[in-house]
């Protein structure tokens, strides 16, 4: 069973900061891409940034140059270091990965997600 468990949500002022990680649990050959994706209520689920196992990074434009992805393979575990957040950021912020399991199985596992508010 593998699983990802986030933590770091929140409530912050906007031009704030917040840190979100997420750990990937049990057992895993291998993880290929990492991704942070988020939703808002009554809208579709969309693709904030992701981190392949080489470290190449991309970026929704709505974050670049405020978020930044970062993984630590050694540990099975992605962050995601948001900072000017602005109201509109507002969303659950889901965590995924593309796993491959013992075998060779591939397997696309996400997070239970993380609130974060952005409110003055």
């Known amino acids: 069973q593998v699983q990802l468990v986030e933590s770091g949500g929140g409530l912050v002022q906007p031009g704030g900061s917040l840190r979100l990680s997420c750990a990937a649990l049990?057992?895993?050959?291998?993880?290929?891409?990492m991704d942070w994706y988020r939703q808002a209520p009554g809208k579709q689920r969309e693709l904030v940034a992701g981190?392949?196992?080489?470290?190449?990074?991309n970026y929704a434009d709505s974050v670049k140059g405020r978020f930044t992805i970062s993984r630590d393979n050694a540990y099975y575990r992605v962050y995601l270091e948001m900072n000017s957040l602005k109201p509109e950021d507002t969303a659950v912020y889901y965590c995924?990965?593309?796993?491959?399991?013992?075998?060779?199985?591939?397997?696309?596992?996400w997070g239970q997600g993380t609130q974060v508010t952005v409110s003055s």
């Open positions: 995924h990965a593309a796993l491959t399991l013992p075998g060779g199985i591939p397997r696309d596992t």
């Open positions: 049990g057992t895993i050959a291998r993880i290929n891409a």
């Open positions: 981190i392949t196992s080489g470290g190449t990074t």
